[in-house]
């Protein structure tokens, strides 16, 4: 099952252009957060408008999970605590979002959405200790920030990732988790696109200008993964453990040719 992670496009529309334009090529696409751009220009009912239509197409073009992350919150629920309402709106298109669970071929995807206090944190809590019950021979986790005291939350000055990640990876063992949220990460000394806590992987693609995302593509049934960026393009194996640097592809896969893309 080959997966396609990108995150924090920040309503870049040239990068959903490439991700629409690619998606075909992949049996799930995740987005895992900030698809909206809180410091931009255009007003947010109206980002809200258009990345749902850019929802609505890929999801037409192969299975699609989103997140909400930071940069998505748009109401409060009863506890004045901030939330993606908006987001659930993708999921009258079929759309996997905040708070779903999917499960494709064996390996269950938990969706989970940023949580802003201790309602929303509790919602996250019971919603993995839900699915960490339920028969699957894989577990890959959606959660738009990345673990603390990991390089995939490494700012280039300290480590701003989410502490209660760390426990629940510990408490829970998943596969994968996949993240976003710290930009910079992938790019910068002892940072890092990849970690693992256990036997779980962590990724966060990080974020690059220009029309194409930085972006992750991974197969639990096949075991790699593979970073693509301006920085260049790394692989690693799933069933090895993680050794840096990791090694540098040699040949860009058929879908990123310029005949395919």
Known sequence: MQCLLVSDLHYALKQYDWTAQVARYFDLVIIAGDHLDI???????????????YL???????????????????????????????LQRA???????DGDSLLI???LFTVCPWWDGPRSRAAVDSQLARDAARDK??????YHAPPSDSPTSWTGERFAGDTDLVAWIEAHRPDIVVTGHIHQSPFCKNGS???????????????????????????????EALWFSLAGAETLRLDQPLVRPVAELTRLPDWLSPEAV
């Not at 197409?57 to 909400?68: A, D, F, K, N, P």
């Not at 021979?137 to 959606?142: D, G, S, T």
């Open 56 to 86: 609505k197409l890929l999801q037409g073009r192969t299975r699609l999970i989103v997140s909400s992350g930071n940069h998505d919150l748009d109401s409060r629920n009863a506890e004045g605590e901030k939330v993606a309402r908006w």
């Open 91 to 97: 999921r009258q298109a079929g759309v996997a979002t």
């Open 137 to 142: 021979a894989r577990w890959v986790w959606i």
């Open 193 to 223: 696109w990849v970690d693992r806590i256990g036997v779980t992987w962590v990724f966060n693609a990080g974020r690059q200008i220009g029309p194409t995302p930085a972006h992750i593509v991974f197969d639990p049934d096949r075991g």
């Open 39 to 53: 410091s931009g220009h255009v007003d947010g009912r109206a980002q809200t408008i258009v990345i749902l239509e």
């Open 105 to 107: 071929d064996q390996t």
